[in-house]
């Protein structure tokens, strides 16, 4: 049999042009280019990226003395990020992490069986060298130190849990005399559950305690906190951070909400694999991928991914303030800290702004509305409007900003 002639390499390919990834490889996330920047950052394979600073404080949060204070404030920015699952990050976006944002620690929420799930699809992929061990250094960016923080140990996600998780986050919005805006129980239910079991841990070190006690220690090193789409254990942290330090609860809905813009293409693709693989199946391929019948429908899928505002909303009015008794009890009596520690933390997160430029504003994105999500053609998003959630949220404040 004749030799096959050698291949040639074709001079006319541009020089720039990728190949394209092996086939059972996770699609490579490409940053969306009409997200804002900030609070959103481009990190190289890794989505849903953001600095939570520069939200501005709300004039109504000062008191007494304080109120007199024409000085405006904002949250602290450069300080905490949060995103979704690092594992595709490249070499460039580890660099854009360590040599640009001067990140030093990385607090992972997710549970063992989740790690081992997406690592074990990762396995033997030609850009990861994963391993289905959730403490592994693999997973550990170079120069970051990873935190193994899991909001639910790996007990919680047995068939009842599951069933109880799955009710929640499939559950519609509807609107009730309860609050003013649409918002979905089972998400008020769901996000109790994340802020309850994020501060008690029999295995591993409570996740919220842990990481609040880091930022109290550590309050000039960078970090982020993330799950797997960023949206759920990240998003409730996240809010709860917001409002201890004095955001307005529309502002703290608008940046909750953007995790659907923010997971860019990989929006689709969470949706289809867990429709096909359910609850847990986010990062990582099923094995029932090629299955003709999904485990559950797409539009059931896309709640569980979806992040509108007035689920989070919801939560801080619902569970916040009226379960928990405020942020500040909630920190004390749930997560342990002292209260000198809350007001320590309190005054590590907020700072004076220095330059308008620093602010991040509210504003609209093309093709998504806060109380709507991604206009796909997802039912019930019709009705949502291209101006962002509340087009007033800070101006107020703003207005000093702008006058020095």
Known sequence: MAE??????????????????????????TFPSH?????????????????????????????GAQASNTTPMMV???????????????EKGNKTMTDDLGIKHIFDFRSAPEVKKLSASLEKTSNTDATTNPHSSVLQPDGITRHFTPVYEEEDYGPVNLARKLQWYTSAQSTDSKLP????????????DIATHATISEK????????LRHIINQPDE???????????????LAALLLRLAGVDDETIAWEYALTEPGLGSWRNLFIERISKGGMGQAGAQSKDANSEKPKMSREEAARICGSRAGNVKAFLKIVVDGDFGGVE???VEKCGLTKDEVEKLRGILVVPVEKVEDVVRVQGIQGWTPEGGVQDGEKGQENGRELPLNENAGRETEGKVMAG
């Not at 059972?24 to 996330?29: G, I, R, T």
């Open 329 to 331: 009890k909630y920190l």
């Open 204 to 211: 591993s070190p409570a996740a919220y305690p842990t990481i």
């Open 76 to 90: 602290r920015r450069g300080l905490l990020y949060r995103c979704a699952h690092p594992q595709l990050l490249t």
């Open 222 to 236: 960078p970090l982020v906190f993330h799950c797997t789409a960023g949206k759920d254990r990240t998003g409730v």
């Open 35 to 63: 997200i804002p920047t900030p609070p959103f950052v481009n990190i190289d394979g890794v989505p849903n990226f953001r600095d939570m600073g520069g939200y501005l404080i709300a004039s109504s949060y000062f008191s």
């Open 4 to 29: 096959s002639a050698p291949q040639t390499l074709n001079v006319d390919q541009p020089n720039d042009q990728a190949p394209p990834p092996p086939p059972h490889l996770p699609e490579h996330f």
């Open 181 to 192: 805006f649409a918002y979905s129980e089972g998400f008020v239910h769901a996000y109790r």
